[in-house]
């Protein structure tokens, strides 16, 4: 078994759509990034990464890259879990938290999960979103950005080959 965490955080800015594990929420601000600003899926991509010793999502998918520009974070993701079944292990579950004040996720928790799981090819019990709010404290509580972390269990898949 292997272990990996993963973080990431961007401001939030206007004229930018907010998506969060690969869900569009209606927002009057989004994300400030190179692709979709997903912090959620960056996170576990970067989870993912670790525990697969593949080091971190900017190496693999790096900012300065044009066709990176705007990708959905969904294919990175996809990516990510192809990687790690190339080699040699399989994700068993994922387990990763929001930090935001606004806006309230509670309602697109269960559709982040599923995009989650159909991404990475578990099922989406093995998957687990949490939101949390700073109660007003720091970057997050002052509605200036949003953080994410994450953790992935990863086990050897002993010559499985990933499929699509």
């Known amino acids: 078994m292997r272990i990996g965490i993963g973080y990431d955080v961007h401001r939030l800015v206007e004229g930018r759509k907010l998506v969060l ?13 190179h692709s979709d600003g997903d912090v959620l899926l960056h996170a576990i991509c970067d989870a993912i990464l670790g525990a697969s010793s593949q080091g971190d999502i900017g190496s693999h998918f790096p900012p300065t890259e044009a066709a990176y520009k705007d990708i959905s974070s969904l294919i990175l993701l996809k990516r990510v879990a192809e990687m790690a079944l190339e080699k040699g292990f399989r994700i068993e579950n994922i387990d990763a938290t929001v930090v935001c004040e606004n806006p309230r996720l509670a309602p697109y928790i269960n559709e982040m999960k599923q ?19 700073t109660e007003g404290l720091g970057f997050e ?19 499985e080959k990933y499929e699509s």
């Open 141 to 159: 509580g002052e509605g200036r950005g949003i953080a994410a972390f994450a953790v992935a269990l990863l086990t050897e898949t002993k010559g």
């Open 115 to 133: 995009k989650i799981a159909e991404c990475v090819g578990i099922d989406s019990e093995r998957v687990s979103v949490k939101a949390k709010t």
């Open 21 to 33: 594990g690969g869900v569009e929420i209606n927002y009057e601000f989004g994300l400030l990034g």
